[in-house]
Nanobody
């Protein structure tokens, strides 16, 4: 059973930093790409960043230079380091994985950036 459990969200002031974590289980972690998504109040869920098995990373333009995705294959963990946070980064952040065409998400962790 695929499980993704996010943690690390909270309330932070504009310009602050947070590090999100995602613990993955129930599938082979190392050969799979992992991603972070977010859903702001009243908006659709959107992709934020992806890390591939070879550690290549890709980011949504709005977070480039501020967010860093990383992974620890030994611990089956994926992280999102978020710096220089802005109020528009306020959202529920989800860890995601696509397995054989079926996408899986965790329950999310709330990030609130106050102005």
């Amino acid at each position: 059973q695929v499980q993704l459990v996010e943690s690390g969200g909270g309330l932070v002031q504009t310009g602050g930093s947070l590090r999100l974590s995602c613990a993955a289980s129930g599938f082979l972690f190392t050969p799979n790409s992992m991603a972070w998504y977010r859903q702001a109040p009243g908006k659709e869920r959107e992709w934020v960043a992806t890390i591939f098995p070879d550690d290549a990373t890709y980011y949504q333009d709005s977070v480039k230079g501020r967010f860093t995705i990383s992974r620890d294959n030994a611990k089956n963990m994926v992280y999102l380091q978020m710096n220089s946070l802005k109020p528009e980064d306020t959202a529920v952040y989800y860890c995601g994985v696509d397995l054989s065409g079926s996408h899986h998400w965790g329950k999310g962790t709330l990030v609130t950036v106050s102005s």
